[in-house]
C-alpha cells in the first residue's frame, strides 16, 4: 500500500496574520452524541470565524506515511498554499517529496497542472467553491488534503460524521498555544490545534486511518495565515506554460488519486 498526495495551486509569498478581534460564536445547538461540549464549542468557534472570511491565504507543511509491504515506515513531506476568495477563486500549489502540481478555479473552469510532466486538464465548473468541491468528489473521487477549510461553512463538513469528540486542554502547534482537540468517526480518528487566541485559527491537524493496514496518519501544521490579502486577478487565471500538454481530466484525476495520502477516496469527505 502506497500512499501520497493530492492538489495544487500558485506560490504565494505570505506575511504574519493580520491582527483583530474575533467574532463571538452565534447562540449553537447540542454537540452531536459522544462529542464533549468544550471540544464542539472550540470547533464551532474557529468554524465560524473561517466562514465570516472572505478572502486568506495560507501555507502548510504536509508529511504522511507511506507504507509498503515488507518494508519499513517512512514519512514524506510537501509543502501546501492556497489563496481563497469566496465564493468562487481557488489557486493551489503543492509541492515537496512527491508532488509539484497547481490547479486554477475562476468560478467557471477549474484547471490542474502537473508541473513535473508540463500536462494539464481543464473541465467546466460550478460556480463555487462548495460545489466544485462536491463535482470533484462525485465525479472524479477526488478527495482534496484539507478542502473542509475553505468551505463555506467549516464546521458543518468538519462535525459530519463524528461519534466522539474531546477537549485536551492547551498544547503549542505551530509554536502558539492552541486549544487540542481529539476527534473519531467511522473510518478515522483526527486531532486539531485551534489558536488559542483571538483569531481561532486552525495551527495543525493530524487524521488516523485506524482501519487501513498499520494504521497510517497524515498531519498538516498550518505555518502561516493571511487574513486580508489582496490578490491580482491573474492569480486566479491559468495559462499554458510553454509546451505544456492538455490531456483528459479522467486521466489527471487518476493521477492525483494514485499520489494521494487519502485513504478511500471517493468513499466520503475527509477533514
Given amino acids: 500500500?502506497?500512499?501520497?498526495?493530492s492538489l495544487a495551486g500558485v506560490v504565494l509569498v505570505l506575511t504574519t496574520p493580520v491582527l483583530g478581534e474575533a467574532q463571538q460564536p452565534s447562540p449553537a445547538s447540542a454537540p452531536p452524541p459522544g462529542v464533549e461540549a468544550r471540544a464542539d464549542q472550540e470547533l464551532r468557534r474557529m468554524g465560524e470565524f473561517l466562514a465570516k472570511l472572505p478572502r486568506f491565504a495560507l501555507e502548510a507543511e504536509e508529511t504522511?506515511?507511506?507504507?509498503?509491504?515488507?518494508?519499513?515506515r517512512r514519512q514524506l513531506t510537501n509543502v501546501r498554499r492556497a489563496a481563497v476568495v469566496r465564493p468562487d477563486h481557488l489557486a493551489a500549489d503543492a509541492t515537496g517529496d512527491t508532488l509539484n502540481r497547481a490547479s486554477w478555479y475562476d468560478g467557471?473552469?477549474?484547471t490542474m497542472?502537473?508541473?513535473e510532466h508540463n500536462t494539464y486538464a481543464t473541465v467546466d465548473a460550478p460556480s463555487t467553491i462548495d460545489a466544485t468541491l462536491d463535482?470533484?468528489?462525485d465525479k472524479w473521487g477526488v478527495v482534496l488534503a484539507l478542502a473542509d477549510l475553505v468551505r463555506s461553512d467549516p464546521y458543518a463538513e468538519l462535525i459530519a460524521g463524528v461519534t466522539y469528540g474531546r477537549y485536551l486542554g492547551l498544547h503549542m502547534a505551530a509554536?502558539?498555544?492552541?486549544?487540542?482537540?481529539?476527534?473519531?468517526?467511522?473510518?478515522?480518528?483526527w486531532q486539531i490545534w485551534i489558536d488559542a487566541g483571538p483569531q481561532p485559527l486552525p495551527r495543525k491537524l493530524v487524521i488516523t486511518y485506524v482501519q487501513e493496514e498499520g494504521e497510517p496518519q497524515y498531519a498538516a501544521t498550518i505555518r502561516r495565515w493571511k487574513l486580508d490579502p489582496t490578490f491580482p486577478e491573474k492569480l486566479?487565471?491559468?495559462e499554458a506554460p510553454a509546451g505544456a500538454q492538455k490531456i483528459d481530466p479522467a486521466?489527471?484525476?487518476?493521477?492525483?488519486l494514485e499520489d494521494s495520502p487519502l485513504p478511500g477516496q471517493g468513499e466520503g469527505r475527509q477533514p
Fill in 113 to 115: 497542472l502537473d508541473k
Fill in 135 to 137: 463535482q470533484l468528489q
Fill in 1 to 5: 500500500m502506497r500512499m501520497r498526495l
Fill in 236 to 238: 486566479f487565471t491559468f
Fill in 64 to 72: 504522511f506515511d507511506e507504507l509498503e509491504a515488507g518494508e519499513p
Fill in 251 to 256: 486521466a489527471m484525476a487518476a493521477s492525483q
Fill in 175 to 189: 509554536g502558539v498555544p492552541c486549544h487540542h482537540l481529539v476527534f473519531a468517526q467511522e473510518t478515522i480518528e
Fill in 108 to 110: 467557471a473552469k477549474l
